[in-house]
């Protein structure tokens, strides 16, 4: 994947950066696929939590174990190879960067610059953005050809979501390293091209088309918002319907309430 990772070297180390909804998931993913996870937070609160979430929440290691997806001695040694932490040092120290700070641009941009400063030269930063366009961050960095989108689904351990985001600058070996990742962990990997205009990449631009046709028809009191989400349930067995993704989306599908 690097110049300096030799093959038989181990399995790459990763640094996920923001543990909230989805940075927990997906250090929670990553152990799982044998790696070891340092989950950077700078709100200690969420750095608490997190390590409860990940063992006994809805979609934590035990319920995996319960369901047989895991060994419990499997699921131990995943556990034991998530550190979460404030210490932003120990989480960039690794061979793979996955950024889950909140969908800001200016943040983020602030953060990729921050990160190719502080990072090993051979360290991929990637971004779990909704949407946003992955070259304004690799342009950020002296290192563009190591930035990529991965854009995971909510809640990571479920969803098969690998939306691998190809900027122009972003080289073949770093998308083909991603896609590896991705795979080993269970994920199914899409690569798309990056565009400097769109929000939204393919899923969240074809989701906003949705969205904005469920408001409208809200809106002209054509039907309610139950009503919507029960009729595209019935019609085309979703799991959800698109108001019940918009909460599961924001709390993580903490509940069983939402659709799903
Ligand atoms: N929730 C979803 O369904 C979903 C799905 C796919 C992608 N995303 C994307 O993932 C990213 C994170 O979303 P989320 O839902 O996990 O948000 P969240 O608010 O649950 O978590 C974000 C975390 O980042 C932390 N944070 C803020 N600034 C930080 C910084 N500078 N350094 C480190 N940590 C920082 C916050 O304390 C918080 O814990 C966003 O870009 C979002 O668009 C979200």
């Given at each position: 994947m690097s110049a300096e990772q030799q093959p038989g070297a181990g399995p790459e180390t990763i640094g996920v950066i923001g543990s909230g909804v989805m940075g927990s998931g997906i250090a929670q993913v990553m152990a799982i696929a044998g790696?070891?996870?340092v989950a950077f937070d700078l709100d200690p609160e969420v750095v608490a939590a997190a390590p409860q979430l990940v063992a006994e929440g809805r979609f934590g290691i035990q319920g995996a174990v319960a369901r047989g997806k895991l060994t419990a001695p499997e699921g131990e040694a995943a556990l034991d190879r998530i550190t979460f932490t404030t210490d932003r040092d120990a989480a960039e120290a690794v061979d793979v960067i996955i950024e889950a700070v909140p969908e800001r641009l200016d943040l983020k941009i602030d953060l990729f610059?921050?990160?190719d400063e502080r990072c090993p030269a051979h360290t991929i930063l990637a971004s779990n953005s909704s949407g946003f366009?992955?070259?304004a961050l690799a342009a950020a960095t002296n290192r563009g050809d190591r930035v990529v989108g991965w854009h995971w689904a909510s809640?990571?351990?479920?969803m098969r979501l690998?939306?691998?985001?190809?900027a122009p600058q972003t080289s073949e070996e770093t998308i083909e390293a991603v896609c590896r990742l991705a795979a080993a962990a269970g994920k199914n990997p899409i690569v798309v091209n990056d565009s400097a205009t769109s929000w939204g990449y393919i899923t969240n631009r074809v989701y906003g088309a949705m969205m904005r046709e469920a408001n409208a028809a809200?809106?002209?009191?054509?039907?309610t918002r139950a009503e919507v989400d029960q009729l595209m349930i019935d019609c085309f067995r979703w799991p959800s319907g698109p108001f019940g993704?918009?909460?599961g989306a924001t709390t993580g599908w903490k509940s069983k309430t939402e659709n799903s």
């Amino acid at each position: 994947m690097s110049a300096e990772q030799q093959p038989g070297a181990g399995p790459e180390t990763i640094g996920v950066i923001g543990s909230g909804v989805m940075g927990s998931g997906i250090a929670q993913v990553m152990a799982i696929a044998g790696h070891p996870v340092v989950a950077f937070d700078l709100d200690p609160e969420v750095v608490a939590a997190a390590p409860q979430l990940v063992a006994e929440g809805r979609f934590g290691i035990q319920g995996a174990v319960a369901r047989g997806k895991l060994t419990a001695p499997e699921g131990e040694a995943a556990l034991d190879r998530i550190t979460f932490t404030t210490d932003r040092d120990a989480a960039e120290a690794v061979d793979v960067i996955i950024e889950a700070v909140p969908e800001r641009l200016d943040l983020k941009i602030d953060l990729f610059r921050e990160l190719d400063e502080r990072c090993p030269a051979h360290t991929i930063l990637a971004s779990n953005s909704s949407g946003f366009p992955v070259q304004a961050l690799a342009a950020a960095t002296n290192r563009g050809d190591r930035v990529v989108g991965w854009h995971w689904a909510s809640p990571p351990p479920v969803m098969r979501l690998a939306e691998i985001v190809r900027a122009p600058q972003t080289s073949e070996e770093t998308i083909e390293a991603v896609c590896r990742l991705a795979a080993a962990a269970g994920k199914n990997p899409i690569v798309v091209n990056d565009s400097a205009t769109s929000w939204g990449y393919i899923t969240n631009r074809v989701y906003g088309a949705m969205m904005r046709e469920a408001n409208a028809a809200v809106a002209e009191g054509v039907a309610t918002r139950a009503e919507v989400d029960q009729l595209m349930i019935d019609c085309f067995r979703w799991p959800s319907g698109p108001f019940g993704m918009v909460s599961g989306a924001t709390t993580g599908w903490k509940s069983k309430t939402e659709n799903s």
